[in-house]
């Protein structure tokens, strides 16, 4: 497996492990969406079949966004896209980690807790005070790999309970 890291400005290989494009006009952050379109399987009728031809273009213009790709060979066969943002509790910056995904062909090999290995990597050279997700309640092989990892649901304060996340959709 050839893998190798690079990261926003930073073109200097990082590891043995992935790839991390920044996603920015001019950039390899398109070679990043076009691999991409290879590792997406859109199996719980995802917007992505409906939003792949604008996803790339959307991302690049995502200032601290970058995705990390691990490939077999030539072939992509994980993803991650995380966003960068701002932790108003500890006043510092945090990523968020918005996809994450490997090859059907490919899972159960650790690819996912490698490619988090690499995002907690670019978020400690950030200054970050944390990582976030969402995952499906339904995603039990998912919630393993993240609570192996050190994720862990979250509260503020153990009087209120833990966070919940929601969602408003707004008309387009």
């Known amino acids: 497996m050839l893998l190798r890291t690079w990261l926003p400005y930073d073109w200097t290989p990082r590891s043995e492990a992935y790839f991390v494009f920044p996603l920015a006009q001019g950039t ?49 066969v994980g993803l991650v896209n995380c966003f960068q943002t701002l932790s108003t509790f500890k006043a510092r910056p945090l990523i968020n980690i918005h996809d994450v995904t490997v090859k059907a062909s490919h899972r159960g ?49 153990p009087a209120l309970g833990q966070a919940l996340f929601w969602e408003k959709k707004l008309p387009d």
Not at 59 to 75: K, R, V, Y
Not at 113 to 131: D, I, N, P, S, Y
Request: hydrophobic letters at 35%; charged letters at 20%; a neutral charge.
């Open 28 to 76: 390899p952050g398109k070679q990043c969406g076009l691999a991409a379109t290879g590792v997406y399987q859109p199996s719980l009728r995802s917007p992505w079949l409906a939003a792949r031809e604008t996803l790339i273009p959307a991302l690049t213009d995502q200032p601290g966004a970058f995705s990390i790709l691990a490939f077999d060979g030539d072939e992509p």
């Open 109 to 157: 090999q650790g690819i996912s807790t490698r490619m988090l290995r690499e995002v907690e990597a670019v978020a400690r050279q950030r200054g970050c005070c944390k990582l976030t997700l969402e995952v499906l309640e339904g995603n039990r092989i998912a919630q393993q790999v993240y609570r192996k990892f050190g994720f862990n649901s979250y509260e503020l304060d």
